[in-house]
């Protein structure tokens, strides 16, 4: 499969996510998101931008208890809990968030 | 919400009329290439797949008098038809579990049979064609291995048996199925289904333990690779990694820290789940529970508790003394393996535990038996004790606990609708429909004794319901672990 940014085509797996990581940037990101029917705020990004960096650091998405206490300290405790990561995120902020972060899907019981 | 109809829960259980065909379009993706080298099979279709595939089944049908029988045995009297919970939610006929096995059983005959082999129409012989092939794709991964079935065949007939046969047949050609087979070779690199490495285990684990602190004021540890500790934790990477599971992993370790047992989990073995059971492999289920072995003895423990994982409870249970076996270096006065909820059974009746059941006020609980354990396994020394110790660990620490229906529960329990391999998100169609017998039974007990948690011992479970829920419109939130139950009953602190 491939998504269409800007006229140049970028390859996803059959799920619609990005087969190369290293080839994502911000117009990828939305592409993306506007395919999951999400209109990206400051949230949204803080959340993305966080899932890279953790991902560049352990190779791995964070659990949802690191990513929650994560956005709890950058956007205010009231938002550090997984009913807001899903009210940004409907299709539930690891898969999701994940997608449009350009990382593979988290695989396994999840 | 759903591209497709999701099915109306009534005001009691309807078997639907057939609707012929309804989910042959559904299948999973197909392995790439490196899936399926990575669990040691073809990575594409093989141009001689047939002659493969035949020899295979012979293999399986030598190799296991069990399958033969079943595939023998058959007198089709229907009192399967209504039983499978992915039957009862689709309406496709394909999905009565005798017709699952027919796909199979008509190739059987036609191959392995004298009158199949010679009048094949007399018998209902067919030969391995493309198509069936296609169809074996489609409607076993249409089946999650769950025997609810083989519970009212009057021969016993193990459908998961057949079903994890053809699936290894379909590797063995080429055609694995992706969600599974990815897993699996994770599991073989790096340890678990997620794929997490040590580091981001430990850092996990790590703002698990300040979670705690914040929460109980107590230094309640979560060790990784802690050498000479007495436990070494099997349990599913979920725990670590999504909700609600991890509320019960802190459950474990409430438990743990207040029965001053010394654990462990472990970073080569950090995954209790072994979905080479979903796809019949035999040597790649004896690969994965080696690493637990080996952990275990690295790390010189004396027992191994096994967390709440359902199919990884049957393959402990059921298949570890044969596949890992013996394991001498253990302490041979623990039962080998202990489920987590035996331990906690027998410290709460030992009165090692302290309860304060009214923490737990709050909610009205019900219990979900997960299949492999119910029908797969066993718990404590006494027959049934499957059904009987979750439910006597619940109300030690609750105080509103109500059954869904007897035909839905024990030996008779429904299937969430995502085990045997087929949580992932290309089969939510299957998915959803296939929780509809469940959600049925929730309802009853919803509506008569206002019920608002719903607990599970499996991480498949857990997850299969935090994503069905709303399609029935209840609460994602009311699926919980089992040890969250008790770990927000147990009271911490030094004991007198």
Redo the contacts between chains.
């Keep these: 499969m491939a998504l269409d940014v800007a006229g140049k085509s970028v390859e996803t797996d059959?799920?619609g996510y990005l087969a190369n990581r290293d080839e994502w940037d911000n117009d990828i990101a939305k592409a993306i998101a506007v395919a999951e029917g999400i209109d990206m705020s400051d949230s949204h990004w803080e959340v993305v931008n966080f899932l890279r960096e953790y991902y560049e650091e352990?190779?791995?998405a964070?659990?949802?208890?690191?990513l929650t206490?994560a956005i709890g300290k950058k956007l205010g405790k009231e938002k550090g809990n997984?009913k807001y990561l899903y009210e940004l995120f409907p299709y539930g902020p690891?898969?999701q968030a994940c997608k449009i972060a350009g990382l593979p899907k988290?695989?396994?019981?999840? | 919400m759903a591209d497709f109809e999701v099915p109306e829960l009534k005001e009691y259980p309807v078997i639907p009329l057939i609707q012929e065909g309804s989910m042959a379009h559904s299948k999973p993706?197909v392995a790439k290439p490196e899936h399926q080298k990575s669990v040691g099979y073809p990575g594409e279709l093989l141009d001689n797949w047939q002659e493969v595939a035949i020899n295979k089944m012979g293999e399986l049908v030598k190799g296991s008098r069990a399958l033969q029988v079943f595939l023998d045995t058959c007198v089709k009297c229907g009192a399967c038809t209504d039983k499978c919970h992915y039957f009862l939610g689709t309406a496709d006929p394909k999905n009565m579990p005798v017709a699952r096995q027919d796909l199979f059983r008509a190739v059987y005959r036609r191959y392995f049979t004298f009158a199949g082999k010679f009048f094949p129409k007399l018998v209902g012989a067919v030969d391995l064609t493309k198509e069936v092939l296609d169809q074996w794709y489609s409607y076993f991964h249409q089946c999650s291995q769950c025997r609810r079935c083989s519970v009212f065949c009057p021969y016993g007939i193990d459908t998961a048996e057949i079903s994890m046969a053809a699936r290894e047949i379909l590797d063995s050609v080429g055609v694995g199925q992706k969600?599974c087979n990815?897993?699996l070779g994770?599991v073989h690199v790096i340890g678990?289904?997620?794929?997490?490495?040590k580091?981001?285990l430990v850092?996990?684990m790590e703002?698990?333990e300040e979670?705690i602190k914040d929460e109980t004021g107590l230094d309640v540890r979560v060790p990784v690779d802690q050498k000479g500790a007495d436990v070494l934790l099997i349990t599913?990477?979920?725990d670590?990694?999504?909700?609600p599971?991890?509320d019960g992993l802190i459950g474990y370790a409430k438990v743990f820290h207040q029965a001053g047992i010394s654990w462990t989990v472990s970073s080569y073995a950090s995954e209790a789940?072994n979905f080479s059971m979903f796809i019949g492999s035999n040597d790649n289920l004896k690969k994965a529970a080696m690493r637990i072995r080996d952990a275990a003895y690295d790390l010189g423990v004396k027992r191994i508790v096994v967390g709440e994982?359902g199919h990884a409870w049957r393959v402990a249970y059921s298949f570890w003394n044969t596949l890992i076996g013996p394991m001498d270096f253990l302490d041979k006065q623990y039962p080998m393996p202990s489920h987590i909820v035996e331990v906690t059974h027998d410290l709460i009746k030992r009165g090692a535990l302290k309860i304060d059941k009214e923490a737990n006020d709050h909610r009205r609980i019900t219990f979900h038996d997960s299949c492999n354990v119910a029908r797969g396994s066993r718990m404590g020394n006494i027959p049934g004790g499957q059904f009987i110790l979750p439910r006597e660990v619940i109300k030690s620490c609750a105080n509103h606990f109500f059954d869904m229906a007897p035909e839905t529960i024990h030996e008779n329990t429904f299937c969430c609708g995502g085990g045997g391999g087929l949580?992932t998100?290309?089969l939510m169609e299957l998915r959803i429909k296939g929780a509809a017998p469940r959600m049925q039974a929730l309802k009853q007990v919803v509506d008569e004794h206002g019920v608002d948690t719903f607990v599970a011992i499996c991480?498949?479970c857990?997850?299969q319901f935090a994503k069905s829920l709303p399609y029935y419109d209840y609460s994602m939130d009311m699926i919980t672990s089992l040890h969250q139950i008790v770990g927000d009953s147990l009271i911490l602190g030094p004991t007198e």
């Design positions: 059959e799920e352990y190779q791995i964070p659990a949802v208890r690191v206490k997984s690891a898969k988290p695989t396994g019981c999840v | 993706y969600y990815e897993i994770k678990n289904n997620l794929g997490l490495p580091r981001a850092d996990t703002g698990l979670d599913p990477s979920a670590f990694f999504a909700e599971h991890i789940a994982c949580l998100d290309d991480a498949i857990k997850t």
